[in-house]
């Protein structure tokens, strides 16, 4: 299983990235795949995923009409995970990561939880001036 997350950088409140994550070397169909950050200082959290299984999108409250998740398949064992983030905030400010769950038939909630991913990429720091 590998993981590659790209695209963060420095922006402005106000403007937009898109966030790439190149997922390979398993079933994809059968996982679920998302995007999570962390603050300094605070923990991870779900910002948003996507079950094929159950054709289950989640999106974190506070990135709900700002963020879209999308999928580029590639093949069955290779596709990239974009994440294009609009109108952003200093508050989006964090590291994002994209992750994996061998749980592919997890629900709206489950989505959104950290503890349901087993396999995760390196991060790729987003920073969000006021």
């Known amino acids: 299983v590998q993981l590659q997350a790209s695209g963060g950088g420095l922006v402005q409140a106000g403007g937009s990235l898109r966030l790439s994550c190149a997922a390979s070397g398993f079933n994809l169909d059968s996982f679920a795949i998302g995007w999570f950050r962390q603050a300094p200082g605070k923990g991870r959290k779900g910002v948003s995923s996507i079950s094929r299984t159950r054709g289950l999108i989640y999106y974190a409250g506070s990135v709900k009409g700002r963020f879209t998740i999308s999928v580029d398949n590639v093949n069955n064992t290779a596709r990239t995970v974009y994440l294009q983030m609009d109108s952003l905030k200093p508050e989006d400010t964090a590291t994002y990561y994209c992750?994996?769950?061998?749980?592919?038939?997890?629900?709206?909630?489950?989505?959104?939880?950290?503890?349901?991913?087993?396999?995760w990429g390196q991060g790729t720091e987003v920073t969000v001036s006021s």
């Open positions: 992750a994996a769950s061998q749980y592919g038939g997890l629900g709206s909630a489950a989505l959104g939880y950290h503890g349901w991913y087993g396999y």
